[in-house]
């Protein structure tokens, strides 16, 4: 069974994969990728309100096969709104008593 390399890359931070992983195919391995890519960024907050993971596939020679990449950008909206008539918090300011802010945890 081939064996694949996965390098991860997030903007000045390289971390290359030395032991790698088997796959059945090529197709498998980029799922991986694509898979590893995904929860990476979502695992992690943007630092500036932009993040790129990149993960790099190398066959069993070493050899760049497959690139895979991952962005998110956060656009905030200034000056945030204003509750509308009714509504007593905002969710995007109040994050602990909003749904949709919940996943971000510092």
């Known amino acids: 069974m081939p064996r694949f390399y996965f390098d991860v890359r997030e903007g000045t931070s390289f971390a290359p ?3 790698g992983l088997e796959f059945d195919s090529l197709n498998a391995a ?6 590893t890519a995904a929860e990476i960024g979502r695992d ?4 500036d309100d932009s993040r790129e993971v990149t993960v790099e596939v190398r066959n069993e020679h070493r ?3 497959l690139t895979v990449k991952v962005s ?3 656009d905030r909206v200034e000056p945030p709104p204003q ?4 509504e007593s918090r905002n969710p995007f300011t109040e994050p602990d008593k909003g749904v949709f802010l919940k996943c971000w945890k510092d």
């Open 17 to 19: 994969d030395e032991e």
């Open 30 to 35: 980029g799922r991986e990728a694509a898979t």
């Open 44 to 47: 992690r907050r943007p630092k």
């Open 63 to 65: 050899q760049r096969v």
């Open 72 to 74: 998110m950008e956060v």
């Open 83 to 86: 509750p509308r008539a009714g």
